[in-house]
T-cell receptor
Framework: DAGVTQSPTHLIKTRGQQVTLRCSPK?????VSWYQQALGQGPQFIFQ???????QRGNFPDRFSGHQFPNYSSELNVNALLLGDSALYLC?????????????FGQGTRLTVV | KNEVEQSPQNLTAQEGEFITINCSYS?????LHWLQQHPGGGIVSLFM???GKKKHGRLIATINIQEKHSSLHITASHPRDSAVYIC?????????FGTGTSLTVIP
C-alpha cells in the first residue's frame, strides 16, 4: 500500500501564475482534505472533498479551488499566485465523511512563489 | 487564541531522557491525533485517541477529555526521535493543528 502520494514534491512558480497539485489517497479511502502549512506554523485547513464534491472549506480565497475524481484522487488549484502562497501543501485521506476514522498524510508539495 | 495550544515550542534533550509534550484544546473534539513531521515535510500519524491511553514502542499518548488535555511521552529518547511533533484535533470533519513542538535529541 503506497499510502497517500502527492506530486510534485517541489515546485517553483512565478507570481501571477497558476499551479495544480495532485494527491492520490490511501487505498480504500474516499475523503481527501488539503492543508497549507506556512514555515514555522501548523497546517491550516483549505477544503475537503468527498463524493467528488467540496464538503467543507476553510478561510481561503476563491483563488484556491479543487477537484475530486471518480477514483478519489484530488487536485488543488491555485490561481494568480502570490508570494504569500509559498508553503508546504499537505493532503490527507480518510474513509468516510463525518466519520471518526484515522487520517493519513502525504509527504506534501513544497511550493515556492518567486 | 488558537484552538490548539502545544508546549513547549522547542525542546532539547539528551539521549535516553524521558520527554513529555503537552497539548491543550478549546473545542469539542471527536478525536485527537499526534503527528510527527521530519525535515522535508512528510507527516506521519503516531496516534489517534478519543479516550484513555495508547502505547506504541517507546511512545505513549494520553488524553483527558474532561480537562481537554493530551500528552505525548517518549521514553528512552534517541536522536532519531528528533522531529516536529504536532497535536491535531478533529472536530466535525475538520482538523485544527497546533504549531508543533520541535524536538532535538542530542547523542
Amino acid at each position: 500500500d503506497a499510502g497517500v502520494t502527492q506530486s510534485p514534491t517541489h515546485l517553483i512558480k512565478t507570481r501571477g501564475q497558476q499551479v495544480t497539485l495532485r494527491c492520490s489517497p490511501k487505498s480504500g479511502h474516499d475523503t481527501v482534505s488539503w492543508y497549507q502549512q506556512a514555515l514555522g506554523q501548523g497546517p491550516q485547513f483549505i477544503f475537503q472533498y468527498y463524493e467528488e464534491e467540496e464538503r467543507q472549506r476553510g478561510n481561503f480565497p476563491d483563488r484556491f479551488s479543487g477537484h475530486q475524481f471518480p477514483n478519489y484522487s484530488s487536485e488543488l488549484n491555485v490561481n494568480a499566485l502570490l508570494l504569500g502562497d509559498s508553503a508546504l501543501y499537505l493532503c490527507a485521506s480518510s474513509l468516510g465523511w463525518n466519520m471518526n476514522t484515522e487520517a493519513f498524510f502525504g509527504q506534501g508539495t513544497r511550493l515556492t512563489v518567486v | 487564541k488558537n484552538e490548539v495550544e502545544q508546549s513547549p515550542q522547542n525542546l532539547t534533550a539528551q539521549e535516553g531522557e524521558f520527554i513529555t509534550i503537552n497539548c491543550s484544546y478549546s473545542v469539542g473534539i471527536s478525536a485527537l491525533h499526534w503527528l510527527q513531521q521530519h525535515p522535508g515535510g512528510g507527516i506521519v500519524s503516531l496516534f489517534m485517541l478519543s479516550s484513555g491511553k495508547k502505547k506504541h514502542g517507546r511512545l505513549i499518548a494520553t488524553i483527558n477529555i474532561q480537562e481537554k488535555h493530551s500528552s505525548l511521552h517518549i521514553t528512552a529518547s534517541h536522536p532519531r526521535d528528533s522531529a516536529v511533533y504536532i497535536c491535531a484535533v478533529k472536530t466535525g470533519n475538520q482538523f485544527y493543528f497546533g504549531t508543533g513542538t520541535s524536538l532535538t535529541v542530542i547523542p
